[in-house]
């Protein structure tokens, strides 16, 4: 069993970087897989990134490949999302979530653990 937080959500302008972190703490933290999703407002809640148990694959949204990067820091036991060139379109409650399964894991319904998430807000 893990339990997440997450932090450095908050309101930036479009252009802007920001860096997201989930503490990830249990017994094993590797042992997870640990994904990011976000959730819009009348919007369903997708996955963003992925990183893999283990080795630490990771997997993107092709929404946000090349502007978000996904990377698990052992020594910390976080998995941050680094997120650049925001948008307002990105504007959303961000969340991180773990899993001990294998494969993409790509549906919500696939991760057992979960944050409580965290807003992000994009200024034009």
């Known amino acids: 069993q893990v339990h997440l937080v997450e932090s450095g959500g908050g309101l930036v302008q479009a252009g802007d970087s920001l860096r997201l972190s989930c503490a990830v703490s249990?017994?094993?933290?590797?042992?997870?897989?640990v994904g990011w999703f976000r959730q819009a407002p009348g919007k369903e809640r997708f996955l963003l990134a992925r990183?893999?148990?283990?080795?630490?694959?990771?997997h993107y949204a092709d929404s946000v490949k090349g502007r978000f990067t996904i990377k698990r820091d052992n020594a910390r036991s976080t998995v941050d999302l680094q997120m650049n060139a925001l948008k307002p379109e990105d504007t959303a409650v961000y969340s991180c979530?773990?899993?001990?399964?294998?494969?993409?894991?790509?549906?919500?319904?696939?991760?057992?653990?979960w944050g409580q998430g965290i807003q992000v807000t994009v200024s034009s």
């Open positions: 990183v893999s148990k283990g080795v630490g694959h990771t």
């Open positions: 249990g017994r094993y933290p590797t042992a997870y897989a």
């Open positions: 979530a773990a899993t001990n399964k294998a494969g993409i894991l790509t549906a919500p319904e696939m991760y057992d653990y």
